[in-house]
């Protein structure tokens, strides 16, 4: 069955904004940290932010903060991303996906998120 359901993704001019959903089974949402990861054309998958289960911790990659926010609402079983100031160099497909315990290993490698979505294409145009 589908556990982890991406929206919200596609087409935005350069210093344009999106904000991803990602609606989870309640099952695997509940009590765990949620990521999100991106995968360019021809490069590896990289993280880009990770929300703790109470939302008090967030991390982010160095080339997206203070630009993108991470955000969840637990009775939704949603976590949010909102990219603002978007750069071409942004385009890519997001995933979002959930991280194993404890929350702060390994937080950047894929290996410590056990469920993943199918990704959604994001494309920011110069």
């Known amino acids: 069955q589908v556990q982890l359901v991406e929206s919200g993704g596609g087409l935005v001019q350069a210093g344009g904004s999106l904000r991803l959903s990602c609606a989870a089974s309640e099952s695997i949402f509940r009590t765990y940290g949620m990521g999100w990861f991106r995968q360019a054309p021809g490069k590896e998958r990289e993280f880009v932010a990770l929300?703790?289960?109470?939302?008090?911790?967030?991390y982010y990659r160095d080339s997206v903060k203070g630009r993108f926010t991470i955000s969840r609402d637990n009775a939704k079983s949603t976590v949010y991303l909102q990219m603002n100031s978007l750069k071409p160099e942004d385009t890519a497909v997001y995933y979002c996906?959930?991280?194993?315990?404890?929350?702060?290993?390994?937080?950047?490698?894929?290996?410590?998120?056990?469920?993943w979505g199918q990704g959604i294409q994001v494309t920011v145009s110069s």
């Open positions: 996906a959930r991280k194993g315990h404890p929350l702060t290993q390994a937080i950047y490698h894929m290996a410590a998120y056990d469920y």
């Open positions: 929300i703790s289960w109470s939302g008090s911790s967030t």
